[in-house]
């Protein structure tokens, strides 16, 4: 564990304020869940906590027969990194923060369907060069909160997405929103 060097004292309602720094640094915001840990020397942890996170193994499922079936590259996020990823380039995206674009479509709750050269086009991962030539993006709600969302994207400038896979991302993103919430 790092220390901080702040303290800060428990108020009569039983509450502790997160310094504005750290939640800064851990991309924590106002309404966000965390959990709480205790462990045997007495310690309270706060951990982030991912409604999609929860679902990993199911995610990376769902996520693999969608690719299988479209041929696409398929990626199921939550509000900070992407969780699950099946198709080619895997690699390029599992476990990477999403963009700072993406963070705010999620947070608008806006489905796009964007080719690279268009303004619409949502960079899907921070400060990097990215291969894909097409992308449908559909955000996922669970219990009236935007929470992640499903990406189909696809490197082969000559298959658009079309109706299909936009229906197929705004089904996927409609079933993982009430996975959560049962």
């Known amino acids: 564990?790092?220390?901080?060097?702040?303290?800060?004292?428990?108020?009569?309602?039983?509450?502790?304020?997160?310094?504005?720094?750290?939640?800064k640094t851990l991309h924590i915001r106002e309404g966000d869940p965390l959990e709480i840990f205790t462990d045997r020397e007495g310690e309270i942890i706060l951990k982030k906590y991912?409604?999609?996170?929860?679902?990993?193994?199911?995610?990376?499922?769902?996520a693999e027969a969608l690719a299988q079936n479209t041929g696409h590259i398929v990626s199921i996020t939550d509000r900070?990194?992407?969780?699950?990823?099946?198709?080619?380039?895997?690699?390029?995206?599992?476990?990477?923060?999403?963009?700072?674009?993406?963070?705010?479509?999620?947070?608008k709750r806006k489905m796009i369907t964007a080719t690279a050269s268009e303004k619409e086009y949502v960079p899907l991962v921070e400060n990097e060069a990215e291969p894909y030539a097409h992308q449908v993006i559909c955000p996922i709600i669970s219990e009236g909160d935007a929470i992640?969302?499903?990406?189909?994207?696809?490197?082969?400038?000559?298959i658009p997405m079309s109706e299909v896979e936009k229906k197929?991302?705004?089904a996927a993103a409609g079933f993982l929103g009430r996975q959560i919430e049962q």
């Open 148 to 158: 992640g969302s499903v990406i189909i994207t696809s490197r082969d400038e000559k």
């Open 80 to 107: 900070d990194n992407h969780i699950a990823v099946a198709g080619t380039g895997k690699r390029d995206l599992l476990n990477k923060p999403i963009s700072k674009t993406l963070e705010l479509l999620i947070e």
């Open 50 to 62: 991912s409604p999609i996170g929860e679902l990993g193994a199911f995610a990376r499922q769902y």
């Open 1 to 23: 564990m790092t220390p901080a060097g702040i303290v800060r004292r428990i108020d009569d309602l039983g509450r502790v304020v997160v310094p504005k720094e750290i939640r």
């Open 168 to 170: 197929l991302a705004a």
